[in-house]
Antibody, heavy 121, light 110 residues
Framework: EVQLLESGGGLVQPGGSLRLSCAASGFILSNFAMNWVRQAPGKGLEWVASVSGSGDITSFADSVRGRFSISRDNSKNTLFLQMNSLRVDDTAVYYC??????????????WGQGALVTVSS | QSVLTQPPSVSAAPGQKVTISCSGSSSNIGNHNVSWYQQFPGTAPKLLMYENNKRPSGIPDRFSGSKSGTSATLGITGLQTGDEADYYCGTWDGSLSVSVFGGGTQLTVL
């Protein structure tokens, strides 16, 4: 059974940093691209970042580029999201999601339960 | 504002059929497949449809998907109260080089 379990969320002041982790089980992590998708309170879904199966290719939404980094440790079946220079509008539930792809079009077939990040003074 | 446009809400009676639209452009839906996600309050999204009209294992055939031009549609027949949720469409935008989602549609089964 595929399972994704996020951790590391919490309350942080504007300008601060936080690192999210996503523990994966039930599949071979290195075989899949992985993603972070966030959802601000009462709002819709926003794709944040993705990383290739080997970890050598990353991409980011404009809203987080230069502040967030994504990485993975396939030997430990774990995905990470390092968030720096956090802003109030980064407040959201952050989901890790497994990626699938045909051609250029990705979709997200399994999602974690989410980690709440609150940026507030 | 979302790149993909969905109606904020739709409603229908139990047993009836409902459709949820997702409108985009040539840079996204017009040239890429669409996926759909179901989200109950306080829970994670769940994949409902991928590659426009393919259902993952476990998704009943009451759910269907289609795409035409720069729009996609999710159809749900035999509505049940348990279908009440938010539904999101998603795809790739080749001009922005990012995955994009619609703003979501809240389904109410009256």
């Amino acid at each position: 059974e595929v399972q994704l379990l996020e951790s590391g969320g919490g309350l942080v002041q504007p300008g601060g940093s936080l690192r999210l982790s996503c523990a994966a089980s039930g599949f071979i992590l290195s075989n899949f691209a992985m993603n972070w998708v966030r959802q601000a309170p009462g709002k819709g879904l926003e794709w944040v970042a993705s990383v290739s199966g080997s970890g050598d290719i990353t991409s980011f939404a404009d809203s987080v580029r230069g502040r967030f980094s994504i990485s993975r440790d396939n030997s430990k079946n774990t995905l990470f999201l390092q968030m720096n220079s956090l802003r109030v509008d980064d407040t959201a539930v952050y989901y890790c999601a497994r990626g699938r792809k045909v051609g250029l079009t990705p979709w997200f077939d399994f999602w974690g339960q989410g980690a709440l990040v609150t940026v507030s003074s | 504002q979302s790149v993909l446009t969905q109606p904020p809400s739709v409603s229908a009676a139990p047993g009836q059929k409902v459709t949820i639209s997702c409108s985009g452009s040539s840079s996204n839906i017009g040239n890429h497949n669409v996926s759909w996600y179901q989200q109950f309050p306080g829970t994670a999204p769940k994949l409902l449809m991928y590659e426009n009209n393919k259902r993952p294992s476990g998704i009943p055939d009451r759910f269907s998907g289609s795409k035409s031009g720069t729009s996609a549609t999710l159809g749900i027949t035999g509505l049940q109260t348990g279908d009440e949720a938010d539904y999101y469409c998603g795809t790739w935008d080749g001009s922005l080089s990012v995955s994009v989602f619609g703003g979501g549609t809240q389904l109410t089964v009256l």
